[in-house]
C-alpha cells in the first residue's frame, strides 16, 4: 500500500503541475522535453528526485464524461533506486467491486489494481516487461469501469514513448 500512496501522490502533483501557469510549473517540475505524443520531467519529492513521462490520450469514451484531467505516467525515483512504476490517473474515481482495470499494448494485456482515481500494475515484476512493449508497441488502451459503473476507454499514441524513456533514463541513473 505504501507504494500506491506514494504513487497517488505523485500522480495528484503531475495534476497540480499541469494545471499550474507556465513559470510557476518551472519551479516545481523541469520539462526535460516533448517526444510527440510523451513529455519526461524531472522534479524532487520527500524522497528525492524523480522523472517521469506523461501523456493524455488521444480519444477517452464514452465521449463527453465529466472527468478530471486524465493522464497515463511513468515513474523513476532515484532516491528511492526504482523504476518503470506505471500509474494512470482515469479522471473520476474507479469503482472497488468492478472487474479489474486493465492497460494493454498493442496485443498484451496487463491487470491493475486501482485506489481512487488511480491505477497500477498489479504485479510490480509486469513493469520492466510493460516498459519494454510500452516502448516497442503502437498504441496503449486503458480501460476501467468508474464508481458510478461508467465503462472507461482511454486510448493513447506511443509515439514518442522511447524517446520519453530515455530523457528520464538518462536524467534519473
Known amino acids: 500500500m505504501m507504494k500506491k500512496t506514494g504513487?497517488?501522490?505523485?500522480g495528484l502533483a503531475v495534476?497540480?503541475?499541469?494545471?499550474?501557469?507556465?513559470?510557476?510549473q518551472a519551479q516545481q517540475a523541469t520539462e526535460l522535453g516533448t517526444f510527440?505524443?510523451?513529455?519526461?520531467?524531472?522534479?524532487?519529492d520527500a524522497s528525492g528526485v524523480m522523472c517521469y513521462i506523461s501523456s493524455q490520450p488521444q480519444k477517452s469514451?464514452?465521449?463527453?464524461?465529466?472527468?478530471?484531467?486524465?493522464?497515463?505516467?511513468?515513474?523513476h525515483r532515484k532516491g528511492?533506486?526504482?523504476?518503470?512504476?506505471?500509474?494512470t490517473l482515469i479522471g473520476y474515481p474507479f469503482n472497488a467491486t468492478a472487474a479489474k482495470a486493465?492497460?494493454?499494448?498493442?496485443?498484451k494485456s496487463y491487470p491493475m489494481v486501482t485506489e481512487g482515481s488511480a491505477g497500477w500494475l498489479a504485479s510490480t515484476g509486469d513493469e520492466s516487461?510493460?516498459?519494454?512493449?510500452?516502448?516497442?508497441?503502437?498504441?496503449?488502451?486503458v480501460r476501467g469501469t468508474s464508481q458510478r459503473g461508467t465503462n472507461t476507454v482511454d486510448t493513447y499514441s506511443l509515439?514518442?514513448?522511447?524517446?520519453?524513456?530515455?530523457?528520464i533514463d538518462a536524467a534519473c541513473k
Open 15 to 24: 495534476m497540480a503541475f499541469a494545471s499550474l501557469a507556465p513559470a510557476a
Open 36 to 44: 510527440n505524443a510523451w513529455t519526461a520531467w524531472q522534479a524532487t
Open 80 to 87: 528511492l533506486g526504482t523504476k518503470n512504476e506505471v500509474q
Open 7 to 10: 504513487a497517488l501522490a505523485i
Open 129 to 141: 516487461g510493460f516498459v519494454s512493449a510500452f516502448k516497442a508497441g503502437n498504441q496503449m488502451v
Open 159 to 167: 509515439s514518442g514513448a522511447t524517446a520519453a524513456m530515455n530523457a
Open 102 to 107: 486493465s492497460v494493454a499494448i498493442d496485443s
Open 61 to 75: 469514451e464514452p465521449a463527453g464524461a465529466n472527468r478530471d484531467p486524465i493522464h497515463f505516467m511513468i515513474i
